[in-house]
Each structure stands twice: as C-alpha cells, then as structure tokens.
C-alpha cells in the first residue's frame, strides 16, 4: 500500500470514528460559572435516536446587569452607573410660566399691584430673581454633573478597551509560551533522533565486518564440505578399482 492509499485509509476510518461519536446520546450539557457576574449554564441537547424526540432546552448565563423581557426587550445596568431616563432629565430643569397677552391696550392681568404692593412686589420679585439665578446655579451644577458623568462614561469605555487589548495581549502571550515549548518538544525529539542516527552510523562498519565474517564462514563450510565429498568420492572410486582388480587375479 502507498503513501496516498495509507493517508485516504486513515482519512476514512477518522470520518467513521467522527460519525460514530455523534450517534451517541447526550441528554445534557453543563458549564459552571466562568466569571463573576454569570450563573451556571445548562442545555438539554435532542436524543436523535429517541422516537420520543424532546425539544432543545437551552437556559444561557447572563450578566445580572442586563435585563431581558419580552415586552420591554434588553435593558443594560452598568455596575457603578445608575440609569438615566428621560423622565428625570427633563423633569430637573425649572421651566418659569410664561402666559401670553391676548390683546396689548386691555392686557386683562390678573395679578395688579398699588405703588406699596409694587415695590413690596418689587422685592418679591428681586428675591425671586435671586432665587431664580439660584435656580440657574442649580440647573449649571446639575449640567456639570451630567457632563462629569459623561466623561465617567468615556473613562470607563477606554477602560473596557484597554482591558480588551490586553486579554488579547494575554492570549497571544500564552500562545508565543504555547509555541516555545513545542520548538522546544521539537527539538528535544531532533536531538533524540540525532543520537540514533549517530548509533546507527557508529554500528555500520560492525555489522558490515560480521556480516562478511559469516559470509567467509558460510563459504569455508562449504568449501570444506565440497572437498570432503570430493576426497569421499575418490576412495569410492579407488574401492570399486581395487574390487574390480581383486576379481580379476582370482580368475
């Protein structure tokens, strides 16, 4: 058998064994907790073998920040960061009630004042701008929060990038550590492979010397064997002489 016909023979007999690893039945599947944060997860896998075929049932781990529902679909809770809706960003600005004047000549206010109600008024007023700038002071904290929040947000996007990279740097580290103890395997085995070579190298010229040494041996046998029928031949033939010869003085 060749080489292709050898590596299409191995071939095949791995697609059999793969087959034959699929057909078994597996009822369920379980993953403990990987990271903080996450439950542990489990899968009923379908028995293809079964005519009582149960539906998959697949229960995924996730975060408890994100929140999942079939109305409200996926809600995200970042550790560290509260939720902001739109309800309270609105609802935190002081919007004044502004009333507009129908007809200019009879303004039909409601609220008039005499000079003392005015300038009691007038006060009123003024505390109430002072209140008001308060207000603004208030409004401008309230954005300054907002943009800090933001620039929280950003800190804490760069923060996950970095800590993106450098699970990437850790894998590739592990994988250069991976690569080095298989050139080192690698090389081990070369070396192990070099010392048999250089025995075997070293055995040559022994095994060459025993060989011819049997060799001489097997042809000297045979020499010798070849001699002693030839020297057994010949007193046969000097005997059948000699008997022929014996006959022939007794007649």
Same mark, same amino acid.
Request: hydrophobic content about 30%.
């Given at each position: ?130 209140? $008001?700038?308060?207000?603004?002071? *208030?409004?401008?904290? /309230?954005? =300054?929060?907002? +943009?800090?929040? %933001?620039? &929280?947000? !950003? #800190? ?45 190298? $070293?055995?040559?010229?022994?095994? *060459?010397?025993?060989? /011819?040494? =049997?060799?001489? +041996?097997?042809? %000297?046998? &045979?020499? !010798? #064997? ?26």
């Amino acid at each position: 058998m060749d080489l292709n016909s050898r590596a299409k023979k191995a071939a095949e007999t791995r697609r059999k064994n793969t087959k034959a690893s699929k057909a078994k039945t597996t009822t369920t599947s379980s993953v403990g907790t990987i990271n903080e944060g996450e439950t542990k997860l489990t899968i009923e896998l379908p028995n293809f073998n079964s005519s009582n075929r149960k539906e998959t049932t697949v229960n995924p781990s996730i975060n408890s920040s994100i929140k999942y529902s079939k109305d409200e679909g996926i809600g995200v809770d970042t550790p560290g960061f509260t939720s902001i809706k739109l309800d309270d960003v609105f609802g935190a600005v002081h919007i004044p009630n502004i009333k507009k004047i129908e007809d200019l000549k009879n303004p039909n206010i409601e609220g008039k004042a005499t000079e003392a109600e005015h300038a009691k008024a007038i006060e009123e007023y003024k505390a109430g701008i002072r209140y $008001q700038e308060l207000v603004e002071w *208030a409004n401008n904290y /309230i954005g =300054s929060q907002y +943009k800090s929040l %933001a620039s &929280a947000v !950003k #800190a804490a996007t760069k923060g996950l990038n970095a800590a993106t990279e450098l699970e990437r740097l850790n894998q590739q580290f592990i994988e250069l550590q991976k690569q080095k103890k298989i050139t080192q395997q690698k090389g081990f085995e070369y070396v192990e492979q070099a010392h048999k070579t250089a025995v075997i190298e $070293q055995r040559v010229p022994y095994s *060459a010397a025993e060989q /011819i040494a =049997s060799l001489n +041996k097997q042809k %000297a046998k &045979a020499e !010798k #064997a070849f001699y002693e029928a030839k020297s057994e031949e010949e007193k046969a033939r000097d005997f059948i002489a000699n008997l022929g010869t014996s006959n022939t003085d007794k007649k």
